[in-house]
């Protein structure tokens, strides 16, 4: 049991990494908030995880609505050990057809209020908690169409170095998982793609993958909990890449085979 008796928040905890990371963590001995929009897959979410479990449903861009919701988590359940920096959207920028409406959108969501998030969260955190970010290889592989998301994973690793140096002197470690595609429902949110289109991004990416797959979030939440455990009690300011490969040694996969 690596987190036994830790409390931790996880937004974005109702679906995909979040969701298996939240799962890891009671097994693994934690309480958990878990935080999302969706009522409906909160609830769910719930069910699964059982009682050690509890949701707070928020709009992580409504800054008040963010605060109010650090503060019930913390009032009803005590102050936290592990802060997982989790929601997040994707979404297509590409050069010469980008909206700025989404643009912007993607920056607010997935760097603007990640940040806050830990600015917000920061009175509830106990002396030498950890904090991990949801990074992503597309912060460094410089993927067509992905402008504005890129820059916020990017932006992401970035101040995570900052505030590994700020937060030190509590003893407060930050970090960043960075993790490769990987199978959960951000592919089709919109459900704007049909089932073969799914399956044919999935192969693609599994091309361009040195092992040869894309990940499963329990492969993500594995990274997270060594992150957030003692046993990296001397890791900070990182960024742990989780990823079949594709950044080390991108012309690994199978599609750069002869
Ligand atoms: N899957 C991948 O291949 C991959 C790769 C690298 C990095 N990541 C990162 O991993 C994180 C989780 O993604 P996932 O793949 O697990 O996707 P997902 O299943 O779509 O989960 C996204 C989560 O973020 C929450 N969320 C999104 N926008 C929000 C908002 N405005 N306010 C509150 N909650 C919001 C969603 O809540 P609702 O469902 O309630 O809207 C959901 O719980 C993201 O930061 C993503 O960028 C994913």
Redesign the pocket.
């Given at each position: 049991m690596r987190l036994k008796g830790k409390k931790a928040l996880i937004?974005?905890?109702?679906?995909?990494?979040?969701l298996a990371t939240a799962k890891l963590f009671v097994e693994e001995g934690a309480e958990v908030v878990i935080?999302?929009?969706?009522q409906k897959?909160i609830d769910e979410a719930l069910q699964l995880l059982g009682p050690k479990a509890h949701g707070i449903a928020?709009?992580?861009?409504d800054s008040a609505a963010r605060k109010a919701a650090f503060k019930e988590a913390a009032e009803k359940f005590g102050k936290l050990d592990v802060l997982f920096v989790?929601?997040?959207?994707?979404g297509n920028t590409p050069a010469g057809a980008a909206s700025e409406e989404l643009f912007r959108s993607i920056i607010d969501?997935?760097l603007t209020s990640a940040y806050f998030t830990v600015e917000d969260a920061l009175p509830y955190l106990n002396e030498g908690a950890s904090i991990i970010f949801?990074?992503?290889?597309?912060g460094t592989l410089g993927l067509p169409g992905y402008s504005a998301y890129a820059a916020t994973k990017a932006g992401v690793r970035a101040f995570a170095r900052v505030l590994a140096s700020e937060l030190s002197p509590r003893g407060i470690r930050v970090n960043v998982v960075a993790?490769?595609?990987?199978k959960?429902?951000?592919w089709n949110?919109d459900g704007s793609r049909t089932e073969e289109q799914v399956s044919g991004l999935e192969k693609w990416i599994s091309g361009t993958v040195p092992l040869g797959r894309m990940g499963e979030?329990e492969e993500i939440a594995k990274a997270v909990l060594f992150l957030a455990s003692d046993d990296a009690s001397y890791v900070q300011g990182v960024e742990l890449f989780v990823d079949g490969g594709a950044t080390a040694s991108p012309l690994g996969g199978p599609m750069f085979r002869q």
């Amino acid at each position: 049991m690596r987190l036994k008796g830790k409390k931790a928040l996880i937004t974005g905890g109702n679906s995909g990494i979040g969701l298996a990371t939240a799962k890891l963590f009671v097994e693994e001995g934690a309480e958990v908030v878990i935080t999302g929009r969706n009522q409906k897959t909160i609830d769910e979410a719930l069910q699964l995880l059982g009682p050690k479990a509890h949701g707070i449903a928020v709009e992580i861009t409504d800054s008040a609505a963010r605060k109010a919701a650090f503060k019930e988590a913390a009032e009803k359940f005590g102050k936290l050990d592990v802060l997982f920096v989790n929601a997040g959207i994707p979404g297509n920028t590409p050069a010469g057809a980008a909206s700025e409406e989404l643009f912007r959108s993607i920056i607010d969501i997935n760097l603007t209020s990640a940040y806050f998030t830990v600015e917000d969260a920061l009175p509830y955190l106990n002396e030498g908690a950890s904090i991990i970010f949801n990074g992503s290889v597309i912060g460094t592989l410089g993927l067509p169409g992905y402008s504005a998301y890129a820059a916020t994973k990017a932006g992401v690793r970035a101040f995570a170095r900052v505030l590994a140096s700020e937060l030190s002197p509590r003893g407060i470690r930050v970090n960043v998982v960075a993790p490769g595609g990987t199978k959960t429902p951000i592919w089709n949110r919109d459900g704007s793609r049909t089932e073969e289109q799914v399956s044919g991004l999935e192969k693609w990416i599994s091309g361009t993958v040195p092992l040869g797959r894309m990940g499963e979030p329990e492969e993500i939440a594995k990274a997270v909990l060594f992150l957030a455990s003692d046993d990296a009690s001397y890791v900070q300011g990182v960024e742990l890449f989780v990823d079949g490969g594709a950044t080390a040694s991108p012309l690994g996969g199978p599609m750069f085979r002869q």
